[in-house]
Structures are given as C-alpha cells and as structure tokens.
C-alpha cells in the first residue's frame, strides 16, 4: 500500500531563518507531488506541483521553493522566512490526472 | 476569476440527523469534483468524489449531488455521527497537468449528541 510521510510535523523558526520540509512517498513511482498551505482557519492553497522529477510548478508568486530530487521526494525550501509563512503545510501525492489527492498528516510552521 | 467556495461555514446538526453541505463552483469546464474532510490538526481525509458525467454518487453514508446547471455541489451524510465533526472542503479540479485542485473555504460541521 501507499504511504506518504512529512516531516518535521511542528517547528517554531525566527523570521529571516531557512526552511527545509520534507516529503516522501512510498509504495507507488512517478506519483504526481503537490505543496499545499492552509493558513488558520482557511481553505487549502496550492503552492507547487511537481509532475516527474526536476519539474516544479509554482502557483503563488512567494519566498518558498520546492525540488523534487529524486522521484518520490518532494522538497519545501526557504532562504529566510517572513512572518505570514506562518501556517499549516500539506505534502500531497495522486496516481494519476484524475485521480484523488492524498495527503500527509501536514508540517505546522510558525515564524516569530 | 475562477474558484469554489462554500454557502455556510458552520453547520450545527444534532446526532442522527441528516446533514447537508452546500458548494459553489464557477468554473463550467471543471469536470471532476471531491469532498474532503479534514480533523483537527489533520491532513484532509478523501470522502468521495464525482464526475461531471454524473449527477448523483453514493458512498457509505454519503451521497454527493451535482448540479452542473447552476453549478452547485452537496455532500449529504445520512445519520450524522460526533465522529463526522470536522472541517469539510469541496475541491475542483481545473489541472491541465496533473491533478491541480482548487479548495473552498471549508464547512465546519458539528455534531450535537
């Protein structure tokens, strides 16, 4: 069966400091990769997609990237983190086009 | 511009009840639709999902009705349990590669018991 871990799943940075989470997906290959936000209290925003290796989509203009390194392993990055990247962050994989999303259990990321 | 949002953001039913969530959409191309739930602190769980083709699917205690004629989406959960307490989204999906969902603002449902 397919699994997809996130992690860390809390942490508290200083603003101006970097940001690494991590996805990983098990049990399926070429799945496609997403990076969601939801800031408190709030719908779910897309922030990167990634269909292969390499390719990163971005949807929001942001101080985050993302990488997709190797074919299940998913990246969020920041060189210095701003106060409103505080918030919920989801890791989320599907099988195909059409398919359903599904999602890790999420990274709560606080700037102070 | 184009999104999906949600009629009510907070739905109080009592326990047994019948529970209805509403959802808007604008997008007329969209041609696949899915209602997640999501607990608190949570990653949002799958509930079901429905094709533009159809009008009507049901699943263990949910039924998700689309109306592609005012372009409305509802989730019904028959026999509303506390366990069905949670934030519930409906997503469209406009990608045109890959899967790129597009969330609503979410409905909070209580369960009185």
């Known amino acids: 069966s397919q699994t997809i871990h996130q992690w860390p799943a809390t942490l508290v940075q200083p603003v101006g400091s970097p940001l690494s989470l991590e996805c990983t997906v098990e049990?399926?290959?070429?799945?496609?990769l997403y990076w969601y936000r939801q800031a408190a209290g709030r719908g779910l925003q897309l922030l990167f997609y990634s269909v292969g290796i390499g390719q990163i989509s971005s949807e929001v203009p942001q101080n985050l990237s993302a990488s997709r390194p190797q074919d299940r392993q998913f990246i969020l990055s920041s060189k210095k983190l701003l106060l409103s990247d505080s918030g919920f962050y989801l890791c989320a994989w599907s099988p195909n086009r059409d398919g359903e999303l599904f999602f890790g259990e999420g990274s709560r990321l606080t700037v102070l | 511009g184009e999104s999906v949002g949600l009629h009510l953001p907070t739905l109080s039913v009592q326990e047994g009840d019948n529970s209805i969530i509403n959802c808007a959409y604008s997008n007329s191309a969209s041609d696949y639709f899915i209602w997640y739930k999501q607990e608190s602190g949570k990653g949002p769980q799958f509930i079901i999902d429905?094709?533009?083709?159809?009008d009507k699917r049901q699943g263990q205690r949910v039924t998700v009705l689309l109306n592609k004629t005012v372009k409305h989406l509802s989730l019904q959960i028959a026999a509303t349990q506390p366990g069905d307490s949670a934030v519930y989204f409906c997503?469209?999906?406009?990608?045109?590669?890959?899967?790129?969902?597009?969330f609503g603002a979410g409905t909070i449902l209580r369960v009185k018991s």
């Open positions: 049990g399926t290959s070429n799945p496609n």
């Open positions: 997503a469209e999906n406009k990608g045109a590669y890959g899967n790129k969902l597009v």
């Open positions: 429905i094709r533009s083709n159809m």
